[in-house]
């Protein structure tokens, strides 16, 4: 498993715990606004952060791609 793989993994289950939502109902959520294209993308960055600053980041990630929907 690669470094960036258990990156999306531990961002998953973080986000799923903040937010008391099942794992595959996290899954849906991040695969239906790009979330995990764009931990990918910015991995070098992200993974340096604490994990409450992940969830506020992906927060605020999928509610911008919400406003355009």
């Known amino acids: 498993m690669t ?3 258990k990156f999306k993994v531990f961002c998953i289950e ?3 715990v903040a937010h008391h939502m099942s794992g595959k109902d996290t899954l849906d959520l991040f695969i ?9 993308a910015f ?3 992200l993974h ?3 994990d409450r600053y992940i969830v506020s980041d992906i ?3 999928i509610a911008v791609r919400q406003q355009v929907q």
Do not use: N
């Open 3 to 5: 470094e960036i793989l």
């Open 14 to 16: 973080r986000y799923k």
């Open 48 to 50: 340096t952060v604490g």
């Open 59 to 61: 927060d605020e990630f």
């Open 32 to 40: 239906q606004f790009g979330v995990l294209d764009y931990l990918g």
């Open 43 to 45: 991995y070098d960055v």
